[in-house]
């Protein structure tokens, strides 16, 4: 079983609809939660960043973290063609060492203008 | 404000060649990273560095080999190129250790083993 599993989508919607992209994982010890964007034929690059459970909101994005369920969200509001791309969700445990960062496979997105 | 430069960008190389794959980042950062994308696979840590003259081995680290001579500069090898290699190699950089969560990513190196 992988630590971090995400759907892989690809996901499509219309311009302006609520999108959500969703990842679960295994290891109850995972602290902090990222989500990270990936343009076609570009690096990955950091969007939203959260430690333990609860919400984060910045802009059109929220990030929502259920520790219980051992789930992860993100919420995009009034989508724009500007989001197509793939979704990274990313968890760390709360300890130190660069080799701990555990990446989902990632969800295409594509928003239709 | 380059970030992180990864060269080349694109290579093809017939099984048993070798390659190096060099990665450069001006952000003066501690932690270097080679990562590689494949379908289905999500990233996977190659291996990484924390520092000057420092390199350890990730999830998969077999036939690669990497140098951190210089700060700012991680290498990663292939002595022996195999088709499985075939991948997109991603290198990032980060200040601190990866719970922090920001690595700076660098846009990709395609390499094809025919």
């Known amino acids: 079983q992988k630590e971090v599993e995400q759907d892989p989508g690809p996901l499509s919607v219309p311009e302006g609809a609520i999108v959500s992209l969703n990842c679960t994982y295994s290891?109850?010890?995972?602290?902090?939660f990222m989500w990270y964007r990936q343009y076609s034929r570009k690096g990955p690059e950091l969007l939203m960043y959260?430690?333990?459970?609860g919400n984060k909101e910045d802009g059109r994005f929220t990030a929502q973290v259920d520790k219980s369920s051992k789930y992860i969200s993100l919420f995009i509001r009034d989508s724009q063609p500007s989001d197509s791309a793939t979704y990274l969700c990313?968890?760390?445990?709360?300890?130190?060492?660069?080799?701990?960062?555990?990446f989902g496979t990632g969800t295409r997105l594509t928003v239709i203008p | 404000n380059a970030g992180v430069t990864q060269t080349p960008k694109f290579r093809v190389l017939k099984t048993g060649q070798s390659m190096t794959l060099l990665c450069a980042q001006d952000?003066?950062?501690?932690?270097m990273y080679w990562y590689r994308q494949d379908p289905g696979m999500g990233l996977r840590l190659i291996h990484y560095?924390?520092?000057?003259?420092?390199?350890a081995k990730g999830e998969v680290p077999d036939g690669y080999n990497v140098s951190r001579l210089k700060k700012q500069n991680f290498l990663l090898g292939l002595e022996s190129a195999a088709p499985s290699q075939t991948s997109v190699y991603f290198c990032?950089?980060?200040?601190?250790?990866?719970?922090?969560?920001?690595?700076?990513f660098g846009e990709g190196s395609r390499l094809t083993v025919l």
């Open positions: 560095s924390v520092g000057e003259g420092t390199t």
């Open positions: 290891n109850s010890a995972f602290q902090y």
């Open positions: 990313a968890m760390t445990l709360l300890q130190t060492g660069a080799n701990n960062l555990f």
């Open positions: 990032a950089s980060s200040w601190t250790s990866g719970r922090y969560g920001e690595l700076f």
């Open positions: 959260t430690y333990s459970s």
């Open positions: 952000m003066n950062h501690e932690y």
